[in-house]
């Protein structure tokens, strides 16, 4: 912003009471550097409408003791940028491998002191290195020619091997060899052209660094370099192999090819190599009705389409067992209308991306076709699964057992038997839920559970026991999530679970003992109920038990065998732990506990928990507050919400993490954060509270996040309630520009990312299913479906406050046209703001989302601070720093 003509050297009235001489003098100073100076939109294309002058909706101190906060500080927020967290925050959680012999596991864990290998045995209680850290380091530098030590052992690709007795490990050194595949260069039969070429062959040799192969012998104790081992591809990104490993599919040309195993061998050692045969499946398939991946084609540019077309790529299919048949859904995008994005800094010219975008109301949606492949006559036959006008279909597939976690390859399965697979199929407007059998052999339909409600609904895989002879169903339908037993031709046998908490996911079924382990949240008292914690229940109903107490958020992993897990747990003001526990919730043993140390050191402060109640007085709603590690009890902060209306999640965070960008680390420019939740915001809670804003997806949650920062600033005397300031993402986004449209005098500030502000143009799911959408049957029997919903630009005139609003140039999640839609509304009404558009950035800011921070933080500084010195400045001093720090 520049000061012109009879305003500039003038110090605004939003500026003048309550500031002494030398603040006053200190902005007006920062006003005159900002006259000499292009600011504000160097480094990345912006588009910046001129504020013009300071209104008197800035900063606005108290004007009553304790003094307010006047100067941002940028050192203490620069301490804790993503970099400089990789120097003190490590393993946070325990992440076990867990292996097919045994109830054992091995996990890596890292600590200031570096990185520890452990091989954990649950049966047996013990927990042990897995390997003998002295004797392989010493062999390993000895061998390598390298030195290394325990703090700084760089073993990569850990295998198991001889029943889990053995390891295999590399180390790649810092040696440069010459690659032995390097492209020969055809010698000239001319004597005057051998030398040119010579040199030439010398030039074509490509090099790469050394990689050092071992095995460890866990029994024995004995490490071994495995010279002539040569480390072969196990499977190619583009390859879908069958369960028996005799047939690869793949997709080119948009349609479905086949190889044998000993031509996949070939592509394994060169997949370019012209003498690999490949077999089409299919030769009907064409841009956007093509088979085997999602046919609307978002997120490759026209350039990069066409250039791509002639490669493999791995088709998303599910195979039978007995790898015989395989089932996938086949989508129609043709007559879906197309969006577009513009790469404007692709070289050497700016690139179009064309994909299929489906929107709210839209008369022509995907079209869901359900097929399955006979591998044996290499046929297909299309199956008959329609129901609904614009339906979708989903093909469930097998969970993955936990010990497939390091193999190279595990295919999808069917979860039934080897003739039969379960869809979920679901109407337009998502009130209409099915669950279906299919017979791959005879095409044959059958409906086996259908969930019917008012609103949309959420749906889950089912259960699957004995193959199919029983199902175990997660349903909304009490109002609460919870399990129903089901037989196998869909008939009730009982609820499992008890209703009155929410039920989360099945971790495993125990068909032998009929116990159900699943996770739920909401059941404890005294809790917050986002808490996420593992119980069992037998089939019946009875026996429910908690399997990891505690006053935390649990995430698990458990074994395959349901004898034993592992349980990672904390909270936002705590320092993670893991345990080892067995079915029964009986703690077998210590893991691990992050190491913090460090980041204490810096000066880190845990956050605090808010208990805070709705604008209805009545429902509870939980959050986070954010304080400044410097933070100052007699001073005068002000208050800043970071926003996600939901509905799928709430921005409040229950476990701790690193220092994240816009809560910790904003906060210590000197504002307090608050994120809480509103009504409608998460499905975690009971149907009611997800479904508050059904039919309102604008402004459902906004008196919500206002009653939550008057009732902070009631709560604590240092929180000024006349400087208030909010941001978000995307929904948040949204949610921030609403805001301040609709409360111009409450919320003096915001920053908007990338926000869907015209939920008429995102995509159709989103806005339908959340909001809701209206099925017509005309007289004729025709269906078509009514759509409207309230939008940002209708109430953008009513801005009164400060608002930066930002978006990636190829966003092709939320459109970059939903906030130039707000640009124009503003323009029209005549109102100030700013505008920062990220070249290159699709829906998040990838290496740009430093740069963003420190435009968020400059916002902050400016509006709700009073401080201009660090913005009236073109170079981000911090942010150079960081990068500096990167590229070290």
């Not at 989903?394 to 039934?416: C, F």
Request: glycine share 6%; proline share 3%.
């Amino acid at each position: 912003m520049l000061m012109k003509g009879k305003d500039a050297g003038v110090i605004p009235s939003g500026l003048k009471g309550g500031y002494s001489k030398k603040q006053r003098t200190g902005v007006f100073q920062a006003l005159q550097q900002r006259k000499q100076k292009v600011y504000g939109l160097s480094l990345i294309l912006m588009a910046a409408l001129s504020i013009g002058q300071l209104r008197a909706q800035g900063p606005v101190a108290s004007g009553a003791q304790p003094q307010s906060v006047s100067r941002a500080n940028y050192q203490l927020a620069a301490k804790f940028s993503p970099e400089r967290q990789k120097q003190m925050v490590f393993s946070t959680s325990v992440n076990p491998h867990w292996l097919e012999n045994g109830d054992r596991f091995w996990y890596q864990f890292e600590t200031s002191q570096g990185k520890k290998w452990y091989l954990v045995d649950a049966a047996a209680a013990t927990k042990r290195p897995l390997f003998n850290e002295d004797k392989v380091i010493a062999k390993v530098s000895e061998v390598v020619q390298e030195p290394f030590t325990a703090q700084h052992f760089p073993i990569d690709s850990v295998e198991f091997l001889e029943k889990e007795h053995a390891i295999r490990f590399q180390i790649q050194s810092k040696k440069e060899v010459t690659d032995e595949d390097t492209t020969e260069v055809k010698t000239s039969v001319s004597d005057k052209h051998r030398k040119d070429n010579k040199e030439n062959q010398s030039k074509d040799k490509k090099t790469h660094k050394k990689v050092y192969y071992f095995r460890y012998d866990i029994d024995r104790d004995e490490l071994t370099e495995l010279k002539d081992f040569k480390r072969k591809k196990e499977t190619q990104s583009w390859a879908n192999i069958s369960p028996d490993g005799k047939t690869v599919v793949f997709v080119k040309h948009y349609n479905l090819y086949w190889m044998d195993r000993a031509n996949f061998e070939k592509a394994l050692i060169d997949d370019k190599d012209s003498t690999i045969v490949e077999h089409p499946l299919t030769t009907d398939g064409e841009l956007y009705f093509t088979y085997g991946r999602n046919s609307s084609n978002i997120g490759t540019d026209n350039v990069e389409m066409e250039k791509d077309k002639d490669k493999r790529s791995r088709p998303y299919l599910l195979w039978s067992a007995d790898s015989r048949y395989f089932a996938m859904t086949r989508e129609d995008d043709r007559k879906v209308s197309k969006l577009w994005v513009v790469h404007n800094i692709k070289e050497p010219r700016p690139t179009l991306e064309t994909y299929a975008y489906s929107m709210p109301g839209d008369t022509a949606l995907s079209l869901y076709h359900l097929l399955v492949f006979d591998m044996t006559s290499k046929t297909q036959k299309e199956i008959d699964a329609h129901a609904y006008k614009d339906q979708t279909l989903s093909i469930q597939g097998k969970p993955y057992q936990s010990s497939d976690r390091d193999k190279p390859y595990v295919p999808l399965i069917w979860s039934a038997d080897a003739t039969h697979f379960f869809v979920t199929r679901q109407s337009r407007d998502m009130k209409k839920i099915d669950v279906l059998k299919v017979d791959a052999v005879t095409g044959q339909v059958k409906t086996l559970i259908e969930e019917r409600m008012n609103t949309s609904q959420e749906a889950k895989n089912v259960g699957v026991i004995d193959g199919g002879k029983e199902l175990i169903e997660w349903s909304e339908r009490s109002g609460w999530a919870q399990f129903y037993l089901y037989d196998g031709e869909g008939h009730l046998k009982n609820q499992i679970t008890p209703g009155g908490f929410h039920c989360n996911d099945i971790e495993k079924i125990d068909e032998a003992a009929r116990v159900l382990y699943f996770t739920a949240n909401g059941k404890e008292q005294g809790e917050n109920p986002y808490y996420m914690h593992l119980y069992r229940i037998n089939f019946d109903g009875s026996g429910l038990q908690l399997l990891n107490k505690g006053d935390f958020d649990h995430d698990i992993s458990m074994s395959d065998s349901k004898r034993f897990f592992v349980d990672n747990y904390s909270r936002v003001n705590t320092v993670p732990n893991a345990v080892l526990k067995n079915s029964q919730g009986k703690k077998i043993m210590e893991l691990d506990s992050a190491d913090l140390h460090q980041l204490f050191a810096a000066g880190y402060q845990f956050p605090e928990l808010v208990k805070l109640k709705a604008a209805d007085g009545i429902t509870d709603l939980y959050g986070v507050l954010y304080k400044p590690f410097d933070f100052d009890s007699t001073k005068k902060y002000p208050l800043v919400e970071y926003v996600y209306p939901g509905p799928q999640t709430e921005a409040v965070q229950t476990t701790f993490t690193r220092v994240a960008d816009r809560t910790d680390r904003l906060a210590q420019i000197g504002v307090v954060v608050l994120t809480v939740g509103n009504r409608g915001g998460s499905p975690m809670r009971s149907k009611w509270y997800h479904n508050y804003g059904y039919g309102n997806l604008r402004d459902y949650g906004l008196a919500d996040k206002k009653a939550a920062a008057e009732q902070i600033a009631n709560r604590y005397p240092y929180i000024d309630i006349n400087r208030v300031g909010i941001h978000g993402h995307s929904g948040g986004g949204f949610m921030t520009a609403a805001a301040l449209f609709t409360y111009p005098d409450f919320f003096k500030v915001g920053i908007s990312s990338s926000g869907n502000h015209d939920n008429r143009i995102y995509n159709n799911w989103w806005s339908e299913k959340h909001h809701g959408i209206t099925e017509k049957i005309n007289d004729k029997g025709d269906t078509s479906f009514v759509f409207k919903i309230a939008t940002n630009p209708e109430i953008a005139a009513h801005l009164k406050g400060h608002l930066l609003l930002t978006t990636g140039d190829v966003d092709d999640n939320v459109h970059p046209a939903n906030t130039i839609r707000v640009v124009n509304a503003l323009i029209k009404a005549n109102k100030r703001f700013d505008l920062v558009v990220l070249p290159g950035q699709r829906h998040a800011y990838g290496d740009m989302e430093e740069y963003f921070f420190w435009r968020l933080a400059d916002y902050y500084s400016q509006w709700l601070i009073g401080d201009f010195s660090h913005s009236a400045q073109v170079d981000m001093l911090e942010a150079s720093q960081d990068k500096a720090l990167s590229d070290d």
